[in-house]
């Protein structure tokens, strides 16, 4: 599955686990905010790559499409430190027209979040 161009910005890399796709953007000097922590753009970029990887990882086993964002809800939970930060997207629907799609953002431990986001996408098929 190729990312969206924005993912090679970031450093981040695409991953699989238990057949979903996840993402890791090690921390740099690219993704510094204020000294120690993870900028904000960068976790919500990081974010939404990991939503339209899960929206695209469903529908190829439909013969793909193509994807438009409608409308993005970040919420951070905790600053992310200067460590790997990992995300991953969940399709909760897919209709007809419209996909949507939770993402989180995690450092440590995927049980504690450091943000997460809702999205929905227009949904052009095939």
Known sequence: MKLPPYADLLGATLDWEEGLPVLSMP???AVLGRPGF???????????VAAIAAVRHQLAGEGG???KPI????????????????AAGKVTRLGTRIANVE???WQDDRAKPIAAARMNYLIARG
């Not at 900028?39 to 990081?46: C, M, R």
């Not at 409308?71 to 990992?86: A, K, P, S």
């Open 27 to 29: 921390f740099s000097q």
């Open 71 to 86: 409308n993005v809800t970040v919420d951070f939970m905790r600053g992310g430190r200067e460590r790997v930060t990992y």
């Open 103 to 105: 993402a989180t953002a």
């Open 65 to 67: 499409g193509r994807i």
């Open 38 to 48: 993870v900028q904000g753009g960068a976790i919500t970029g990081l974010l939404e």
